[in-house]
């Protein structure tokens, strides 16, 4: 099992940015896939961003496109997410997840077999 601990999280006014960050103590990032989601009050865990260490392949979630930028230090031992422009709708617990073994991009939160335990975005208007 490989624990993930995300940082990062904080309350913020619509329109500022925050960088979560996500490790994994002991090891380094350098297979497979991590991924980003989120889950806010009522709502199902929902997808973000991932990327594909071999490559550098990215994908995210349209509502998030373009303000968000996933994406990991050259060692290999942070992931990271990179949030503009936050919205309001973008409250929510964000949630650093990987899979070693995975080799292409993947949205749905089965496909992750690690996880860390979230860190809360807020974000007023």
């Known amino acids: 099992q490989v624990q993930l601990v995300e940082s990062g999280g904080g309350s913020v006014q619509a329109g500022d940015s925050l960088r979560l960050s996500c490790a994994a103590p002991?090891?380094?990032?350098?297979?497979?896939?991590m991924g980003w989601f989120r889950q806010a009050p009522g709502r199902e865990r929902e997808f973000v961003a991932a990327?594909?260490?071999?490559?550098?392949?990215?994908h995210y979630a349209d509502s998030v496109k373009g303000r968000f930028t996933i994406s990991g230090d050259s060692a290999g031992y942070m992931g990271y997410l990179q949030m503009n422009n936050l919205k309001p709708e973008d409250t929510a617990v964000y949630f650093c997840?990987?899979?070693?073994?995975?080799?292409?991009?993947?949205?749905?939160?089965?496909?992750?077999?690690?996880w860390g335990r979230g860190t809360q975005v807020t974000v007023s208007s």
């Open positions: 997840a990987a899979d070693l073994s995975s080799f292409y991009i993947e949205t749905a939160a089965s496909a992750f077999a690690h």
């Open positions: 002991g090891r380094t990032f350098s297979s497979g896939i």
């Open positions: 990327i594909r260490w071999s490559g550098g392949f990215t």
